[in-house]
């Protein structure tokens, strides 16, 4: 595996990625920082600590910038750290995020956050399925790309009737409070592709059967009942968010960029676990973190403890 390396400073302000000084497969980054972080001040840079019990992780779609009715991420960007200085995640989820996008994130950060991922083109280009990470408390031992095809080791290959490449990137973490190895397995299934979503559950479930693993993403159906969903339960997998006893567990996690599609309803997006992972606490994110409004979507956030 490429060794991770620091890479050259980049902030929210611009919306124009680094010189990337060639394709790094798997992708991290570190940067300095360039200013006073926008988080909390209990948060300070190189304060992110150790974990020990329960650690906290998240997934979060956070829209692309290639949509033109939504604010520039240059301003989401902050909206995004914003809200992740506040939950303090060891690892979070992402998707619709270039690698520019994920550059100018983790600029936002303490310097101890880095990022692997691919782009569902290849090398880097287009979306990814990044995963963002505390490497203080993370260390990564392996990185895993697969396209949700019939050819899932061909870069940008597509289901028959999917609309446009779709992807995973699974990660395998030592975690250094517990001297435990997991895996996390971030994805984003087709909006148009009935079959393309099933067929990319199916590959998403392969890819949780070695060890505690956290699954997360944007999968474009319903959970608790769609196909996609049932292949993931008949996988072993336990929906980190059921039963739903709470209303912040069946808050919605599309809402618009209006944010007109309030309250509980329809979630697209997932988070699973295998069943040796103990979830002590999950929700939907309804809070704001101001204006630009962030991302159409909230975050799931989850309180877990690994065996």
């Known amino acids: 595996m490429t060794p991770l390396r620091r890479a050259s400073q980049g902030d929210c302000r611009s919306q124009e990625s680094p010189i990337l000084g060639g394709v790094q497969h798997p992708r991290a980054v570190n940067f300095r920082r360039q200013r006073e972080p926008v988080q909390d001040p209990s948060w300070k840079l190189g304060s992110s600590p150790i974990i020990f019990g329960p650690m906290r992780v998240m997934t979060w779609n956070v829209l692309t910038d290639s949509v033109s009715a939504a604010a520039p991420w240059t301003g989401r960007c902050l909206q995004v750290a914003q809200r992740l200085a506040t939950l303090k995640p060891i690892v979070l989820g992402t998707q619709e995020a270039s690698a520019g996008m994920l550059d100018a994130l983790v600029s936002e950060l303490p310097h101890a956050y880095r990022w692997v991922g691919e782009g569902r083109r290849g090398r880097l280009t287009d979306e990814t399925c990044g995963v963002v990470y505390d490497s203080t408390a993370l260390t990564v031992l392996d990185v895993r790309h697969r396209w949700l095809s019939a050819t899932p080791e061909v870069p940008g290959s597509t289901a028959d009737d999917a609309h446009l490449p779709r992807m995973l990137t699974a990660v395998r973490f030592h975690e250094a409070a517990s001297d435990t190895t997991f895996t996390v397995v971030n994805t984003h299934l087709d909006h148009a592709g009935g079959q393309a979503r099933l067929l990319g ?3 998403v479930a392969q890819h949780a059967q070695d060890g505690p693993t956290v699954v997360v993403g944007d999968f474009n159906d319903a ?5 996609a969903y049932d292949t ?9 968010l059921a039963p739903r006893d709470q209303p912040r567990q069946r808050l919605r996690t599309f809402v618009g960029l209006e944010q007109d599609l309030d309250g509980e309803g329809e979630q697209i997006d997932w988070m699973f676990v295998t069943p040796d992972i103990q979830v002590r606490d999950s929700w ?13 979507h909230r975050p799931i956030v989850a309180e877990v403890r690994l065996p």
């Open 201 to 203: 559950a199916g590959l």
């Open 223 to 227: 959970a608790q009942g769609s196909p």
């Open 232 to 240: 993931l339960v008949r996988a072993g997998l336990r929906d980190a």
């Open 284 to 296: 939907v994110d309804h809070a704001s973190p101001g204006s630009p409004v962030a991302s159409d």
